[in-house]
């Protein structure tokens, strides 16, 4: 993932973390 910047893989790691935490499906 050397394509992408920094804050889109700290925004996918979050987005990714926070569904697994608080919401069953999106």
């Given at each position: 993932m050397s394509n992408y910047p920094?804050?889109?893989q700290s925004f996918y790691a979050m987005?990714?973390?926070f569904k697994?935490?608080?919401l069953p499906y999106w």
């Open positions: 920094f804050g889109i987005f990714v973390a697994k935490t608080n």
